[in-house]
């Protein structure tokens, strides 16, 4: 079984940045963050899998990077020129498969999400 705790969440103006960290118990193959907006569906923002290969949603491509750091067993996601739509709860995700993916029905360990607000 595995454990994720979020944390890096905050509150921001439009254009800001924030770094979003998931410590994890063990690192799987293929590692991803989601967001859940209010009455919206939870979506795949990006994945990386175990050779450092990344995959984004589109409307992050540019503004978000997703990494890795295997001797901490850390997962980040680097999130810049924030806008109102990014506002959700952020969740880290793990997956137990070589194969990655950005499909929320795809991961087995979820954490408990924390809050990016921009306004």
Request: proline share 3%.
């Amino acid at each position: 079984h595995v454990q994720l705790v979020e944390s890096g969440g905050g509150s921001v103006q439009a254009g800001g940045s924030l770094r979003l960290s998931c410590v994890a118990s063990a690192f799987t193959y293929c590692m991803g963050w989601f967001r859940q907006a209010p009455g919206k569906e939870r979506e795949g923002v990006a994945a990386i899998d175990s050779d450092g290969s990344t995959s984004y949603a589109d409307s992050v491509k540019g503004r978000f990077t997703i990494s890795r750091d295997n001797a901490r067993n850390t997962l980040y996601l680097q999130v810049n020129s924030l806008n109102p739509e990014d506002t959700a709860i952020y969740y880290c995700a793990a997956r137990d498969n070589p194969y990655c993916s950005q499909l929320a029905r795809d991961f087995g360990y979820w954490g408990q999400g924390t809050q990016v607000t921009v306004s």
